[in-house]
């Protein structure tokens, strides 16, 4: 149990808090990381346009022979925009999800996946609002088609949103919109970037910070970050600064495991062939671009994922679907799509 929490854990905090820069690369007074990012996270509307790519090289066994797919054969790409009115706490996301002929072919080839059929891209047309996120019958109709092999053509569904609460579907408003950074959360952050010893080369005057971590660099960040705390109480609170979403029963089992120095370097040793986070960021006055590079490897499989993004400062108001617009739960989404499959069954 300890091995599966570790990971998501420890890559999630990483990503979330490496931010700061070492004396000797900027003097103190200057524009520090948290000086930039306590601005960006008070801008109250933002726009963020995103580009990714993720690939995977993965061996499988296909009727008891191991079988090589080519990198190419599984990726996914992904772009679109997110839009976030932190005022009203709604927000839309536009993303497109494009799915490589080479990788719908290999998924046709194996005997295990095959009943799978993915269209070439699906679009992701959905809305946020403080407490449910709002799914469009046609990723609903794609998904029961995908997941359960029920076809049912989107324009007899007697609905257009499906509302599926956020703890659910682990999109939080608060997440995509940014970690929020006060004056006082900015001191803590710097002194503990000092702490766990985190290089970040800063760059243009303090506007572009960069890091760049292998694995045995965030096995030991790991280390040092779980020592940070001395108290369960004091964890959570991190966590709570973070705005990070987590069940009461989870905090004991995920401060266990950061306290566990041997659990941690055992499972990044045995589980982990290599490791590689690359981050970069660029402010500017009204607006900030972000690359990351995530490489992961094991016995099984390669994974690469890239990230693009760049989140303006704009205005916005309270988003929310057209007027009339059919919402219904997820339990009335479900008898209501089964009566539109029997409808186009004749049955």
Same mark, same amino acid.
């Given at each position: 149990m300890k091995k599966k929490l570790l990971l998501p854990l420890c890559v999630g905090v990483l990503l979330a808090g490496c931010g700061g820069q070492t004396e000797t690369t900027i003097e103190k007074e200057e524009i520090t990381y948290? #000086? *930039?990012?306590?601005? $960006?996270?008070?801008?109250? #509307?933002?726009? +963020?346009?995103? *580009?990714?790519t993720a690939d995977l090289h993965k061996t499988t066994d296909v009727d008891g022979e191991t079988s090589e797919l080519n990198i190419k054969d599984l990726s996914l790409l992904m772009d679109g925009d997110i839009q976030i009115d932190k005022e009203t706490m709604t927000g839309k996301i536009d993303l497109n999800l494009g799915f490589p002929e080479e990788f719908r072919i290999s998924l046709a080839q194996n005997p295990s996946l095959s009943h799978i059929e993915l269209p070439e891209?699906?679009?992701? *047309? +959905?809305?946020?609002?403080? *407490?449910?996120?709002?799914?469009?019958? #046609?990723?609903?109709? $794609?998904?029961?088609? $995908?997941?359960?092999?029920i076809p049912v053509d989107a324009e007899i569904i007697p609905f257009d949103y499906v509302s599926i609460d956020s703890d659910e579907t682990g999109i939080q408003l608060s997440t995509l919109a940014g970690v929020t950074v006060s004056e006082e959360d900015k001191e803590k952050y710097n002194a503990l970037q000092e702490d766990l010893g985190v290089d970040i080369i800063s760059s243009n005057e303090g506007k572009t910070f960069k890091v760049t971590l292998d694995k045995a660099k965030i096995t030991d960040l790991i280390v040092k970050f779980g020592q940070t705390f001395e108290t369960q109480e004091e964890f959570e609170n991190f966590l709570n600064t973070l705005e990070v979403t987590y069940a009461p029963e989870e905090a004991p089992k995920m401060y266990e495991v950061l306290k566990d120095e041997t659990t941690i370097r055992t499972t990044f040793e045995e589980t982990i062939n290599d490791m590689m986070i690359d981050y970069t960021v660029n402010f500017e006055p009204e607006q900030y671009m972000t690359d990351v590079i995530l490489e992961l490897s094991d016995a099984e499989a390669q994974m690469k994922v890239n990230l693009n993004s760049t989140t303006k400062k704009t205005e916005l108001s309270e988003m929310a679907p057209e007027e009339g617009s059919v919402i219904m739960s997820m339990d009335e989404a479900a008898t209501a799509f089964m009566g539109a499959w029997i409808s186009q069954s004749g049955l």
């Open positions: 948290w #000086d *930039n990012l306590t601005e $960006v996270s008070s801008w109250q #509307d933002i726009d +963020m346009k995103i *580009n990714a891209a699906i679009n992701l *047309n +959905m809305y946020i609002t403080p *407490n449910s996120v709002l799914i469009p019958k #046609d990723l609903y109709s $794609v998904a029961a088609t $995908v997941l359960l092999g």
